[in-house]
């Protein structure tokens, strides 16, 4: 068994080492503007107050600074290694066999439809970002940052974390001549703007979870997560309301800003109703994608039950513990859709698939690296082919 998930999974990992190989050969043969650039993310954010992703890319962008061997290899590995840990749980508690079989009679035109719907959140996600990052700065427009989602989906997959796709869409916004603090802050309230609207679904369906889970630890999981969801949201609104002697602290004190800067951006009821709207059809999107995917293996729920579902599978992926939520969000099927009846080979064969579905969508967004035409314009924000001042 433990080879069989090692096949699966050791391809994955040296695929995203030497893509980071490659990013960082890119990024040293234009070592002059890196070093500026570099110069300004270390003023604006240092890379230990980061995630693991952008702090993996700041430190491959700078010529001169080379992390050691044990830290490039440590992290991955270790979320390598819970994975592997995970699926291979997983694999001892249900017959391979059964999910091989559950895979065979797989509908490849509800599957090709999950991958649809999956692709189509694309422009969703690029128009909120657009808004945001027009709220603060300049926009390159929605065209430009609909290539640079689909290079983010594609480096969410192949990176060792989870938010490795947003450190390369800063990167790529920086390059087109957006400041890496704006790049990252718009990043991070696009990021809320959706979750948002996850949790508050969540919390919706936390009296079904409640029902339907046997477990009283699942129970209680379940109520721990969503109150972590609550106090971050919370958190990130009012933290610039904490003492003074505490906003001295760079970490807090960047922080506080970005609060500040969140409160602005919902402030006016026009554009939070709109950022709102793209994130309902982001979010009811990628419930539809998770619905069509299993019932394509034959798993017959209804809609509403995967807005109960889709909810805690999706924001506990956000526990950076694993290779691109692989393995998290298989036990999460699991558990939550036995709640619901179902076996757990077909919804370990769903999350699968999900998870391949995810890859396929991200493949356009690798050739879009590799050629980059995301990029391809890169006066277009200085040029103000759609800008917007920042709010007084």
């Known amino acids: 068994m433990e080879k069989f998930w090692l ?71 270790l979320r390598l290694l819970v994975t592997t840990g995970l699926l291979w749980a997983l694999s001892t508690r249900v017959d391979l066999s059964h999910v091989k079989e559950v895979v065979d009679h797989v509908s490849l035109p509800l599957l090709a439809a999950g991958a649809a719907a999956l692709l189509a959140t694309s422009p969703f996600a690029a128009l909120r970002w657009h808004i945001v ?29 989870g938010v490795g796709g947003d450190a390369v869409r800063a990167w790529r916004c920086h ?36 029902h339907i889970l046997p477990d009283v630890r699942q129970r209680y999981g379940v109520v721990l997560l969503l109150g972590a969801a609550l106090c971050g949201l919370l958190a990130l609104f009012l933290i610039d309301y904490l003492p003074g002697g505490l906003l001295r602290f760079r970490l807090v ?82 558990v939550v859709l036995a709640g619901f009846g179902i076996p757990a080979e077909a919804a370990l064969a769903a999350s699968l698939l999900f998870g391949m579905c995810m890859i396929v969508v991200g493949l356009p967004g690798g050739l879009l690296w590799l050629t980059g035409w995301d990029i391809a314009s890169p006066t277009a924000a200085s040029n103000g082919r759609v800008a917007a001042q920042a709010d007084p």
């Open 175 to 210: 390059r087109l001549g957006i400041g890496v603090a704006a790049a990252i802050r718009s990043l991070v309230l696009d990021r809320v703007s959706g979750y948002v609207v996850m949790v508050v679904l969540f919390a919706a369906g936390l009296p079904v979870l409640l």
């Open 253 to 334: 004190a960047e922080l506080a800003g970005l609060s500040r800067e969140g409160r602005r951006l919902f402030g006016r009821p026009a554009r939070a109703g709109a950022l709102t709207g793209l994130s309902v059809a982001t979010v009811g999107l990628t419930i539809v994608a998770s619905m069509l995917v299993a019932e394509s293996l034959g798993v017959d729920l209804s809609f509403f039950r995967w807005v109960v579902i889709i909810p805690p599978v999706t924001l506990i992926q956000l526990v950076p513990v694993s290779l691109a939520g692989w393995g998290v969000r298989e036990l999460g099927f699991v």
């Open 7 to 77: 096949s699966i999974i050791i391809p994955c990992n040296n695929g995203a080492r030497w893509l980071i190989a490659a990013l960082r050969r890119s990024v040293e043969q234009n070592a002059p503007y890196i070093s500026a650039s570099g110069a300004i993310c270390s003023r604006v954010l240092k890379p230990p107050l980061t995630s693991n992703g952008l702090a993996l890319l700041l430190a491959h962008s700078h010529p001169t600074k080379h992390v050691t061997a044990i830290r490039k290899l440590l992290i991955p590995s």
């Open 133 to 161: 990052l027009a709220a603060g700065t300049t926009s390159p427009g929605p065209w430009t940052l609909l290539k640079i989602v689909l290079v983010g989906l594609f480096f969410n997959q192949v990176l060792p974390s």
